[in-house]
């Protein structure tokens, strides 16, 4: 079974294919289920990044009746620091989502990680006082998904280290226990393995740790940013949940989860 539940169409701000093209590449690679999930993100000292839900969602619903028989479209939304701006959870009310993914592109009133200049400052401390703010943000919860746990490490080439959770683990536990707590699933995301970082994250040991607090619920994406893209990393996603133990993969319908049996072989 072939899911990719974290991709982008042109209505997110940094990318530009239809949602149709990005649908026809999930058929044509065998995928069940596609979730789109563009991005709002929401700031703490400014206005959010503008999304029109409206059109995403009307484009879904046409394209779901036509494909109904041969993958089930999801309307998603990757909402940026959630707990930035009381008008996110509104949001997510207002209009009918399957999948609500929760991110952390940046720190309070500070820019994006990806274009942080690891160079000149330190990533020790960076590391560690992102992980206290995703924790601080999965305990305000309102969503499903909690993507790329390890999203500042698919930049941090730059400071010359190999960046890694290896020696985070004591604010990494936290994390884990909040999301297990609040029901929210922990992403496996294929963007780092076509980074230098060369593998799809987060690392086994932090899968390890989820498995061992009981930690069930896992989701799969590619946060491909083209229809070209679409699927791309997924099987080894699957490998690496098959390999730390995990044989289901939870889809979100109606915000209500759904565990998947993908197996107990690798593919
Ligand atoms: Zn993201
Ligand atoms: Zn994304």
Redesign the pocket.
């Known amino acids: 079974m072939l899911v990719d539940l974290h991709t982008h169409s042109k209505y997110s701000f940094d990318a530009q294919d239809e949602i149709l093209d990005l649908t026809l590449s999930a058929i044509k690679k065998g995928f069940s289920y596609i979730a789109i999930t563009d991005h709002k993100d929401y700031f703490w000292n400014k206005e959010p990044i503008a999304l029109d839900i409206e059109n995403v969602q009307n484009d879904i619903d046409k394209i779901r009746k036509e494909f109904s028989d041969k993958i089930t479209v999801l309307k998603g939304i ?1 909402i940026g620091e959630i707990y930035a701006d009381k008008n996110a959870l509104e949001l997510t009310k207002n209009y009918n989502f399957d999948i609500v993914i929760g ?1 952390l ?1 940046s720190m309070p009133n500070d820019i994006d990680f990806y274009d942080m200049d690891y160079t000149k400052l330190d990533s020790d401390k960076l590391l560690k006082e992102y992980l206290l703010e995703v924790k601080n943000m999965c305990e305000y919860g309102g969503f499903d998904v909690l ?2 746990i390890d ?1 500042p490490l698919r930049k941090m080439e730059k400071a010359n280290i190999k960046p890694s959770f290896e020696n985070y683990m004591e604010f990494i536990t936290p994390v884990l226990k909040t999301i297990i707590d609040r029901e929210i699933a922990l992403e496996i995301n294929a963007a780092g393995l076509f980074s230098f970082l060369n593998n799809v994250g987060p690392e086994s040991f932090v899968l390890e740790e989820y498995k061992r607090l009981g930690g069930k619920m896992i989701s799969i994406g590619s ?1 491909a940013h083209y229809a070209k893209d679409i699927g791309r990393g997924i099987k080894e996603c699957i490998n690496h949940a098959i390999n730390n133990g995990f044989e289901y993969v939870t889809i979100f319908e109606n915000r209500k989860p759904n565990q998947i049996y993908i197996g107990k072989e690798k593919i």
Request: glycine letters at 0%; a negative charge; charged letters at 30%.
């Open positions: 990757e991110s592109h993507a790329h999203y946060d």
